[in-house]
């Protein structure tokens, strides 16, 4: 590193790439007085040289070519481009190089992490990735810290702020998926193609990571739960909300005596459960210490400078630190049953179909055979004869659910529950 | 400091020390391992060495000499003991003797921290005090953290649990005061004489310390602008609920262009504000930076263990840290009419009094021509002819206050606002 100057490579200039730039210069002040050295962007790979750009850089820095970011002299790469492929093949170069590496980028870490650390290590080079889950929240730095005093119980948290922005505007607009995921996209706060929010892969990687952070471990990505938003309706929110609840979608690590397991998926919370409260595109995560109890984390997941500060901090610490191997990253089997029902036994059961066959009463006398009992009831009909209830459960099997399918043609579908029954 | 072990002293053997003692022995394993060394006790400083305790501990530990303790070959010593005389002398005797010192004394850094904060610097001793502000929140080191990178416009929380449990208790059993107070000091909530949490001292003291962390500077603490909790009533509290609001011991620290402004005053928050939401023993602590945004960081702010587990990782961290210079802390004067009206020109007033003088409409009639604007305005008669308002304002002075007692024979009570006005 040469005296005075720290030479920053940027791989990607897109919403978080110029909050990074723009992060560093209004606070280059602050940042020289505490590193003792300027930091530079010295080159940055983009995808087109000639586009606009909302920050000014020098021509000679932008580059669409990989080699020239190699070949510079950069001591840090800042990898914002996001992806696996190239992102993985370029962050191995740059290792190899020497170069410390702060990445934002979550996918990369959940599908590539354990080779990435271990290069590192053999490398001797930092790799830091604070931003790469829940934005601005300092979740990871804030996990090593209890680590050093606490058992880690369990990790729980709204991971994803567009499908968190989603459900509270089908909650509170009382309007349907499609139509709010328009109103996302036109916002910016979804992509035009969603599926990586929307069907919680984005929560998963952000998931995986934390694992690997508390309990030097995570399940291959295959084996994690993963159910998304795309299928919800507004009438399973809303008789959801009558009967006292909220719909969120958690993702959880816990650690069972048979091994970790790990969920995302859309879950129902009493509405004053504290994660129930936190609406729009906040992300929250709340952590479970053996000696500190538990604790509620709260702040944007995500945007242009949120997420940029995560990064930032990231350089700024790096460049005051010597290297210290990072923990190995593994991957353990799942354990066999280990990623059912996460929470007891109850569940909020939601059913639609026509009067005929599915009356209440028939309904619940079916149940109470079953074994299966009901502790609350929602119950409506609408003009056309059609029935929609809400029930919370305990008991509540695959099989129960197939036969209301085919024995009372209703469409059935649970939600686990997280937090005390109501 | 011996190969193998590390010596630890304790001043105070209460209810923290005992939480240290008990997080040390149970995570011993994981603290050894990560420090390559033992932690042991080897004194403890206490007042009667017959008593019964929780913790087990070797009889020859126990002294009630603090000359003993000073005389010991401890590398660090653990402050717990509270209060200012006789802890001043003898944390300032152990940093001369060049022990790093760890404390969750708030009372002592709000009013002796200038002289230990530059006394730890003379002997390059470790000062650590994360336990002293909302216990296992670990909010003092993250926002080290987002200093490097963010300018912090303002600071605001619950930072006493006690007051909070009590607030929570008036308004969602319709209890009076005096009789939640009880219930708390029968709980372990509250103290025998509860002054240092009811009127504010406590709360106080941690933000004193949160302002020198964030800006390099505090206010004297009799400039610092301090009201309790211990006159509210359970009529304030149910028109400020029926009005939409909450009323909350909240603590604030701003910069403002004519200097900082510190304040501890019962607020009231729209339902829906986040520190609303804050409930019974909890602490919380919003911050706002420039790039990061708004963070909110909630959990237990006092109790045995919650503050133990911050003690013991101040203690791990300081183990594996060289030595740097902590920065100065400096006390400025209060800008003149910097703690004014901190949100705005907007406050909640409860008035109380006998209809025939004040009606209703005399009092807005009254407001209207003094240039009072009234948002909102709850009004309740009683069959004894007493009336009871809650009224939203802007415009409201203390010259209108006074007029209302003295012309309208008035109770008068006016709240800040913090959040948007419903």
């Known amino acids: 590193m040469s005296a005075g100057v720290v030479k920053v490579g940027l791989l990607g200039l897109g919403t978080v790439g110029g909050g990074v730039i723009k992060t560093i210069r209004s606070q280059q002040e602050k940042l020289s007085s505490r590193l003792g050295k300027r930091i530079e962007i010295v080159k940055a790979l983009v995808r087109d040289s000639e586009k606009e750009r909302a920050v000014e850089l020098d021509r000679s820095v932008l580059t669409t070519d990989f080699e020239e970011v190699l070949k510079s002299d950069v001591d840090i790469v800042v990898e914002v481009m996001g992806g696996v492929e190239p992102t993985y093949d370029y962050v191995r170069a740059l290792i190899e190089k020497g170069c410390h590496v702060v990445t934002a980028n979550k996918e990369l870490l959940a599908k590539r992490g354990t080779e990435l650390v271990d290069l590192a290590n053999r490398h001797q080079v930092h790799l830091a990735y604070e931003a790469s889950v829940a934005g601005g929240i300092p979740i990871l730095s804030v ?73 030097g471990e995570s399940l291959p990505l295959a084996e994690v739960k993963r159910r998304g938003i795309a299928d919800l309706t507004s009438g399973q929110i809303r008789i959801a909300s009558e009967l006292g609840y909220r719909i969120k979608l958690i993702a959880q690590a ?19 459960h504290p994660l129930a409260q936190i609406q729009d595109a906040f992300n929250a995560v709340q952590l479970s210490g053996n000696i500190v109890g538990d604790l509620l984390f709260t702040g944007r997941g995500a945007g242009e400078l949120p997420t940029a500060s995560a990064v930032v901090e990231d350089l700024a610490y790096l460049l005051t630190q010597p290297f210290t191997p990072h923990p190995e990253w593994k991957e353990t089997e799942a354990a066999t049953g280990s990623v059912t029902q996460q929470n007891g036994d109850h569940s909020l059961c939601y059913l639609e179909g026509s009067a005929p066959a599915a009356t209440p009463d028939r309904v619940l006398h079916f149940l109470r055979h079953a074994g299966v009992d009901v502790h609350k009831l929602k119950v409506q009909f609408d003009l056309g004869g059609v029935l929609r209830a809400g029930l919370i459960t305990s008991g509540m099997r695959a099989e129960h659910e197939e036969l209301l399918q085919s024995d009372f043609g209703l469409q059935v579908r649970c939600f686990p529950l997280l937090g005390s029954v109501e």
Chains 1, 2 share one sequence.
């Open 254 to 272: 816990q650690q069972a005596p048979e091994g970790i397991r790990l969920s995302v998926e859309p879950t129902m919370l009493p509405t004053n």
């Open 143 to 215: 996990l090593r810290q209890f680590l050093r005093t606490n058992d880690i119980n369990g990790v729980r948290g709204i991971l994803n702020g567009t499908t968190n922005f989603i459900l509270t505007k089908m909650e509170t607009e009382q309007l349907p998926y499609q139509e709010v995921l328009r109103q996302a996209q036109e916002l910016g706060y979804a992509e035009a193609d969603p599926r990586s929010d929307v069907e919680g892969f984005d929560a998963m990687y952000k998931l995986y990571i934390l694992a690997q952070l508390v309990y």
